[in-house]
Every structure is written in structure tokens, then in C-alpha cells.
């Protein structure tokens, strides 16, 4: 039965207050877990090679959650699949709780790995926006939620302070106040999600849309959910050019972010100036994701795909050029790849969900999450590496020429579409 315009356009602007909530919710706990997770279990093992490994056991989760999650959605919605996601991540943050109180960082590790499961939701919401958007809309509700994780992501790491100094009033050890607040944070997202995400809206527009049009510009099969592989060879070229553009801005941006406090730890810079950059980096990322969303419902989104690889490029430049000690010109460039960053982000989401059949498309977005945070964790460690056996300034070339295929394929696709 189709649903009426109005109506539709009543339940989106439901679904977008919701999704908001949930992602503020969400972003708090990821952000407490990405801030205080490394510390804490290197303090309880003694070695930072373990603390390193704490970040990482997350994006492992995060990524291991993506295509279950994906086909739970395809079965039955994106209600369920986001409460799974949440669900997972709220006891992985009350296993972490635990493990911090008794000291043992080998139950820490495997916890951060179900923790992870949070921030797969999180990523997972974007897509939940797009279901009953207008087309010409649908990537600034991308947008928009992506926009929402701000809130979150800068009140997270502000709020552990005291939640550890609250549960230590009451007799617990330090660090298990911050896991305990984000297990509360994600908990109320499943229960937000779980109560007013309803009617579910991909159940809506499968509803509405049984047989829904593909643009014309679009070639290719359908999407399958009998693994990552057959989806991939299932995907038409614009909805691959997403994937890939997804993906590798993400590992772009990992990678470069990730070794600027480093390369910054060179010239003595405070803790205090580090911080400061990476707040510009973070508010860029997220902060700008309404207007890549205009842009791209008003300019298409290959176009917007272009701006995107093209900021990562002007980003690598800056960034890799700028000596330990020049913050100034080390915040521009982070600036810079922020905004590459959710350009990319956006645009791609909108594209890659157009470009498949409705039936289909959380097999194809939930590969995509997944390319997302295997990429992620390739580009930190990739990155150290390069550090380690050239300089940052190769970090950045390296980044660089990445980049620049991405933006030669847009370019081209741009220039070859119809007017």
C-alpha cells in the first residue's frame, strides 16, 4: 500500500528527531571509549603495545557488526538493527566496566570488540535517514545526522571526568565511571530507537516503493546478502564509486589524523595545542556535514565526491608540508581533511543508496560500513608504519596520491554525464 506524500513526509521528520537523539547519545559513549580506552588499558597491562591495541579491538567490532546488522535490517528493518547494534555496545561498555574494577586487560580487549558495536549503529543511522527522504533531500538528511554526532562527540569526553569521579564516591575503581556512562548512553539509545523509531522506515518504503526506480545512469545487478563479495560484483558503477570513495576517505583521513599528534609530540607541543587541533579536525568533520549535504542535493553527488577528494589532496599537501612545531598550519590541513572527509562521507551515502534497488540496499550499506572501518584500522597502522620508516611529510604524499585517483574518476564522471 503506498503511503501518502504528506504522511511520508510527517514520519521522516519523526525519523530524523530520533535518529539525532540516538546519534548525540551514541557519539557521547564511542567518543569516551576512543578518549580513555587506550590509557586505561595500557595502564592495566603496563604496555602501550596493548593500549594501542585498545582502539583498534573497537574498529574490529565495528566492522565485525556491519553485515550481520546489515542482513538483520534487510530481514526485518532498521529498528531492530540499530537496537542489536546499541544493545551490543551497551554490554560490551558493562564488560569493559568489569574488567577495569577487577584488572584484566585480557577481558578489557575482547569487551572494547562487542563496544564496538555501538559505533557500527552509529554509522548505520546515516543510512536510516535516507529511507523515506525526497530524493532531493536525501543528503542533507544524511547531513544532518552526521551533524548530530558533534553534540556528542564533545560532550563524551567532558562528561567522563566526572562520571569517574562519581563512581569512585562510591567505592569503584578509577575507570570504570566512564564505561558506566557510556553503557548508560547507549543503552537510552537502544531504548530511543526501540520505542519511537516506529514505523520502521525502511519497512515503509519497501511499502511505498516495491518497485522502485533506479537512475538511468546507474548499470548493474542487484545487491545480495550472500556475502561481501558477491554484493561487491552485484553493485552498479555509481553505487562501487560510492563505496570506494567512502572507504577511502575514511583510511585518508585516519591515517593523516591519527600521526598528527605525533608529529606534533616532536616540537614539545602541549597537550593543551594538540587538543586544539584536533577539535578543529573533529568540528570540521562534523560540523560541515548540513552544507555537503545541500551541496550535493543542489550540485549531485559525484560533483560533491570531487570537492571531497579534492580537499583530501589540497589536505595531504598542507599537512605533510607543515614542520612539528607550525600548529597553525597543522590545524588548516586537519581543517581541511575534516571537510574532505564528510564532503565524501556524504555525497557517497546519498549515491550509494540511490544507486541500488530498495530491497537491497542495507547488503550494500552495510558492505560499505564495513569497507569503512577495515579501512580505518589499514590507515592507522599503515600510517605508523610510514612514520616510523620515512617521515610524516611521506605520510602526506603518500595520502596525497591516494586521493588523487579519486578525484581524477569524479572529475571525469562529471564531465561525461549529460546535461
Keep these: 500500500m503506498k503511503t501518502a506524500a504528506p504522511e511520508v513526509e510527517h514520519l521522516q521528520r519523526k525519523v530524523l528527531r530520533v535518529l539525532t537523539t540516538t546519534q548525540v547519545l551514541g557519539a557521547a ?32 567490532g565495528a566492522a565485525l557488526l556491519a553485515l550481520p546488522a546489515a542482513r538483520l535490517a534487510q530481514r526485518r528493518g532498521r529498528r531492530p538493527a540499530l537496537v542489536l547494534g546499541y544493545g551490543v555496545g551497551t554490554l560490551g561498555a558493562l564488560v569493559a566496566a568489569l574488567a577495569v574494577a577487577l584488572g584484566w586487560w585480557q577481558l578489557l580487549l575482547p569487551a572494547l570488540v562487542l563496544f564496538g558495536g555501538a559505533g557500527s549503529a552509529n554509522l548505520a543511522a546515516r543510512y536510516a535517514a535516507t529511507d523515506l527522504a525526497h530524493p532531493h533531500r536525501r ?21 567522563a571526568g566526572p562520571a569517574d569521579t ?11 565511571g566512564p564505561f558506566l556512562l557510556a553503557a ?24 511505498a516503493e516495491p518497485e522502485p526506480v533506479v537512475p538511468a545512469h546507474c548499470t548493474g545487478g542487484q ?18 564509486l560510492a563505496l570506494v570513495a567512502i572507504a577511502l576517505s575514511h583510511t585518508a583521513m585516519v591515517g593523516l589524523m591519527s600521526m598528527t599528534p605525533v608529529h606534533m ?13 584536533i577539535s578543529l579536525h573533529v568540528a570540521a568533520m ?22 571531497g577528494a579534492a580537499l583530501l589532496v589540497a589536505a595531504s599537501g598542507v599537512t605533510g608540508m607543515a614542520p612539528s612545531e607550525n600548529a597553525p598550519q597543522l590545524a588548516a590541513g586537519l581543517t581541511l581533511l575534516g571537510f574532505g572527509w564528510s564532503a565524501a562521507l556524504v555525497s557517497g551515502s546519498a549515491l550509494l543508496t540511490e ?7 542495507p547488503a550494500a550499506q552495510g558492505l560499505s560500513d564495513l569497507c569503512m572501518n577495515v579501512g580505518g584500522a589499514i590507515g592507522g597502522v599503515t600510517a605508523g608504519a610510514v612514520v616510523t620508516a620515512w617521515s610524516f611529510a611521506t605520510l602526506g604524499l603518500v595520502v596525497g596520491f591516494v586521493a588523487l585517483p579519486l578525484l581524477a574518476v569524479c572529475v571525469y564522471t562529471t564531465l561525461q554525464r549529460p546535461a
Design 29 to 60: 559513549g564511542v567518543t569516551i571509549g576512543l578518549a580513555f580506552s587506550t590509557l586505561i588499558a595500557a595502564s592495566l597491562s603496563r604496555s602501550d603495545a596493548i593500549g594501542g591495541l585498545a582502539q583498534t579491538s573497537a574498529v574490529v
Design 166 to 176: 562519581l563512581a569512585s564516591s562510591v567505592g569503584l575503581p578509577d575507570g570504570v
Design 265 to 277: 609530540n616532536h616540537a614539545g607541543s602541549s597537550l593543551q595545542v594538540v587538543g586544539v587541533v
Design 286 to 307: 562534523y560540523g560541515a556535514s548540513p552544507l555537503f549535504g545541500w551541496m550535493a542535493d543542489r550540485l549531485g553527488r559525484i560533483p560533491v565526491l570531487a570537492i
Design 223 to 240: 545487491a545480495s546478502t550472500r556475502g561481501s563479495v558477491a554484493v561487491w560484483r552485484s553493485l552498479r558503477s555509481s553505487a562501487k
Design 355 to 361: 544507486s541500488v534497488a530498495v530491497p537491497d540496499r
Design 139 to 159: 543528503a542533507r538528511s544524511v547531513g544532518v545526522v552526521v551533524w548530530a554526532a558533534t553534540i556528542g562527540a564533545v560532550a563524551g569526553p567532558n562528561l
Design 184 to 207: 548508560v548512553g547507549f543503552g537510552l539509545a537502544a531504548l530511543v530507537i526501540g520505542v519511537f523509531l516506529r514505523p520502521d522506515p525502511l519497512v515503509v518504503v519497501r511499502d
